[in-house]
């Protein structure tokens, strides 16, 4: 029988010990809170974020902020925390992504070798928690996969499906981080604008800067002091005045890069309820359109030392290509742009051994 003003049961759970951490060469240049959520693996990232800013996490006896990327025989004081024990088991629980969320993430895995895994991140789903979210892909990743490893190459906003890259050892992170800085990584996106674009294949370096809002939420705008960001637009199809289907190279990965460029280019994304046009957006949501129209369509890049290529794809989704063909009455494919038909990209990832 229930009692109606019965205190709720609470169980113990006691805190982990104080540790003292020397880096090693492996671990060095990563930042401290991705080196802290591995460390910590079943703790909520929000609490890991309020230990860094409490001070209780020190770094040689100083406090650090999030960013501080880690160097070779730093020492590192890591304070007691709660860990739930179910966790530890694997059972659902506070610190854990249910079981729903583990299988969609793995569901969604493309490409997967001892280096690296690829997925198809489906829209709606945050590469990782915070801004609301408890977990996203990689918690759910390394929830499912605990023995392993687990760093993001890269990151896509929630709304943006496609592939996401995920390294599977430290050696293989830094390796695509260098190849990154140095444009060495080519990622190819597919983004419905507002308008019929006729500036054609347009390259768009217009430096980015951030802006914290209220509840946190981050807002970026053009910026002459902010970071170097360039995005090359090249028009695929044409609906009319309604929209431009667009493939977008970024050889730059900036924070809402290709959102924020195509603002500035005056044709905003269509469903991007930040920096878009809320008339249009009414529009085409009238069109089926739920969310942002943004697919990271394919990577490519090659592997240094070896020089082998890697490419992996992933295919407009289901939603967004329903889109397209409830607009198709006022299509016009780009001359001299695109061969006959939008390009379909393969599910499948190719890749030659290294």
């Keep these: 029988m229930n009692t109606p ?13 104080v540790e003292m951490r020397t880096i090693t060469a492996d671990e060095a240049g990563q930042r401290i809170d991705n080196f802290l959520m591995r460390h910590f693996k079943t703790v909520p990232r929000s609490r890991v974020y309020r230990l860094l800013r409490k001070g209780e996490v020190r770094v040689n006896r ?8 880690i160097a070779a025989g730093d020492e590192i004081r890591l304070p007691p925390v709660r860990i739930d024990a179910g966790d530890e088991e694997g059972r659902p629980g506070p610190g854990r992504p249910s079981t729903s969320l583990l299988e969609l993430i793995e569901g969604a895995v493309i490409f997967q070798d001892k280096h690296l895994l690829v997925l198809d991140k489906p829209a709606g789903v945050a590469v990782h928690g915070g801004s609301g979210m408890s977990f996203g892909v990689i918690e759910a990743l390394r929830a499912s996969r605990p023995h392993e490893t687990l760093e993001l190459v890269h990151r896509l906003d929630r709304d943006t499906s496609g592939c996401l890259l995920v390294a599977r050892d430290r050696p293989t992170l830094t390796t695509l981080h260098a190849l990154i800085r140095n444009g ?15 500036l054609g294949t347009k390259r768009i370096d217009a430096p980015l800067a951030t802006d914290n809002r209220q ?60 920096y878009g046009d809320r008339e249009r957006n009414a529009e085409l949501k009238q069109h089926g359109l739920k969310r942002t129209f943004l697919h990271a369509q394919s ?44 390009p379909r990209a393969s599910p499948k990832a190719s890749r030659r051994s290294r």
Excluded: C
């Design 299 to 342: 990577v490519a890049f090659e592997w240094p030392g070896s020089g082998m290529p890697f490419h992996v794809s992933a295919p407009l989704p289901a939603e967004l290509s329903a889109v397209l063909d409830a607009i198709t009455p006022m299509k016009r494919t780009a001359k001299r742009l695109a061969p006959k038909g939008t």
């Design 215 to 274: 509840h946190g939420e981050r807002h970026v705008r053009v910026a002459p002091a902010g970071k170097d960001s360039v995005s090359v637009f090249k028009p695929v199809q044409f609906f009319g005045p309604l929209a431009t289907l667009m493939e977008v190279d970024i050889p730059t990965g900036r924070t809402h890069q290709i959102r924020v460029h195509a603002s500035f280019a005056g044709h905003p994304l269509l469903g991007d309820d930040k």
């Design 62 to 69: 100083k406090r650090v902020d999030a960013e501080y990327r």
């Design 5 to 17: 003003n019965a205190e709720p049961v609470r169980l113990y759970v006691p805190k982990s010990a």
């Design 184 to 198: 060495g990584m080519h990622k190819t996106y597919l983004a419905l604008v507002s308008g019929s674009w006729q």
